[in-house]
T-cell receptor
Framework: SQKIEQNSEALNIQEGKTATLTCNYTNYSPAYLQWYRQDPGRGPVFLLLIRENEKEKRKERLKVTFDTTLKQSLFHITASQPADSATYLCALGRTGGYQKVTFGTGTKLQVIP | DAGVIQSPRHEVTEMGQEVTLRCKPISGHNSLFWYRQTMMRGLELLIYFNNNVPIDDSGMPEDRFSAKMPNASFSTLKIQPSEPRDSAVYFC????????????FGSGTRLTVV
């Protein structure tokens, strides 16, 4: 069955460092991958979408990579700030008719001042 | 734009009661999704509407759950009768491009069934 794995343990990182979060998947051939940020008591907020034919995408301090051979996406936050502390979710989907977008369970990031 | 609006924010109800959750999607978005989030299972898609028509309801747990979208600006998720295992945060999300684009989520309804 399809499986999406994100580190269930929280990631603690010092302010100013680069945070790297991992999204691995099995039994799945996604056409695209999305990353969301979720703060406590709030809904997820869309950050970035990367398609299978794109190796990397950037948005301000965010960078996402997508390796379909390794079946992995990496999400980087450079020059991390305490305000970046949140849970980050990856979501995978396919195109070509309707296919469900499947979410990972998320990784909690804590940026320490 | 006020974003996706959900009501109520919190709902506490007794087992066996009917619960109705409401959602107003972003104007112009033609796709609407209902999700349920729990610690154990994460975000699970319950039902997906496109242009007010239910496209995929395979995630609806059982017949106790039903969803409607009578027009482009309103959707409801109803649980009747409610059970303690239905306790979760229910999110509504909308999108302008189907599943291949980012979703805009509401703030959710935290449901507690006692």
């Amino acid at each position: 069955s399809q499986k999406i794995e994100q580190n269930s343990e929280a990631l603690n990182i010092q302010e100013g460092k680069t945070a790297t979060l991992t999204c691995n998947y099995t039994n799945y051939s996604p056409a695209y991958l999305q990353w969301y940020r979720q703060d406590p008591g709030r809904g997820p907020v869309f950050l970035l979408l990367i398609r299978e034919n794109e190796k990397e995408k950037r948005k301000e301090r965010l960078k996402v990579t997508f390796d379909t051979t390794l079946k992995q996406s990496l999400f980087h936050i450079t020059a991390s700030q305490p305000a970046d502390s949140a849970t980050y979710l990856c979501a995978l989907g396919r195109t070509g008719g309707y296919q469900k977008v499947t979410f990972g369970t998320g990784t909690k990031l804590q940026v320490i001042p | 734009d006020a974003g996706v609006i959900q009501s109520p924010r919190h709902e506490v109800t007794e087992m066996g009661q009917e619960v109705t959750l409401r959602c107003k999607p972003i104007s112009g978005h033609n796709s609407l999704f209902w999700y349920r989030q729990t610690m154990m299972r994460g975000l699970e898609l319950l039902i997906y509407f496109n242009n007010n028509v239910p496209i995929d309801d395979s995630g609806m747990p059982e017949d106790r759950f039903s969803a409607k979208m009578p027009n482009a600006s309103f959707s409801t998720l109803k649980i009747q009768p409610s059970e303690p295992r239905d306790s979760a945060v229910y999110f509504c999300a909308s999108s302008s491009g189907g599943t291949a684009y980012g979703y805009t989520f509401g703030s959710g309804t935290r449901l507690t069934v006692v």
